[in-house]
């Protein structure tokens, strides 16, 4: 079956870049996304990307694709506290929308 | 503002006695969707439904009920809760590219 794998966490000094890596198992993956998760709230969109595309840019957060591999990141620019959260990958997984996702990386940004 | 409700947010129920989780989107997407959260294993996918009145099993049905009698709504019924469902449950609804997430509706079961 499917698999979506991240690292489980990652500390990063304010100011800095973070990268956040991802790998998935299923070739026919349409869509592959990126959801944060703060503390106690909801599931949030932050960027998507489509499986034809290498690499998407909005703002401070730039994904990454590479097909051959299997392999997603999502790096974010110039990273503040606001960032700390929680970050799930996630890939679609058949032509209706169920999303298959990985387990989630807890960032850490310290001052 | 598009947006995805849940109700309850928080809910504490004893073993066995049914409860409904409810849903609502204000978007008019056709695809919604049941996940639960559990540490260390992401979210996993209950129930989705395509439209009204098509509903199909996802990953870990086992023990839940969903309907879609009308588009905008999509409930989850446990007819009788055991603490092993203890989770933190979401609600998304989607146009076919992108997925909207509910705020979450936290369970125990006792």
């Known amino acids: 079956g499917e698999d979506v794998e991240q690292s489980l966490f990652l500390s990063v000094r304010e100011g800095d870049s973070s990268v956040i890596n991802c790998t998935y198992t299923?070739?026919?993956?349409?869509?592959l996304y990126w959801y944060k998760q703060e503390p106690g709230a909801g599931l949030q969109l932050l960027t998507y990307?489509?499986?034809?595309?290498d690499m998407k840019q909005d703002q401070r957060l730039t994904v990454l694709l590479n097909k051959k591999d299997k392999h997603l990141s999502l790096r974010i620019a110039d990273t503040q506290t606001g960032d700390s959260a929680i970050y799930f990958c996630?890939?679609?997984?058949?032509?209706?929308?169920?999303?298959?996702f990985g387990a989630g990386t807890q960032v850490v940004v310290t001052p | 503002e598009a947006q995805v409700t849940q109700n309850p947010r928080y809910l504490i129920t004893v073993t066995g006695k049914k409860l409904t989780v409810t849903c609502s989107q204000n978007m008019n997407h056709e695809y919604m969707s049941w996940y639960r959260q559990d540490p260390g294993l992401g979210l996993r996918q209950i129930y989705y439904s395509m439209n009204v009145e098509v509903t199909d099993k996802g990953d870990v049905p086992e023990g839940y009920k969903v309907s879609r009698k009308e588009k905008r709504n999509f409930p989850l019924i446990l007819e009788s809760p055991s603490p092993n469902q203890t989770s933190l449950y979401f609600c998304?609804?989607?146009?076919?590219?992108?997925?909207?997430f509910g705020p979450g509706t936290r369970l125990l079961v006792l």
């Open positions: 990307i489509f499986s034809n595309m």
């Open positions: 998304a609804a989607g146009d076919g590219e992108t997925q909207y």
């Open positions: 299923d070739s026919s993956s349409t869509y």
């Open positions: 996630a890939e679609r997984t058949d032509s209706w929308g169920k999303l298959q």
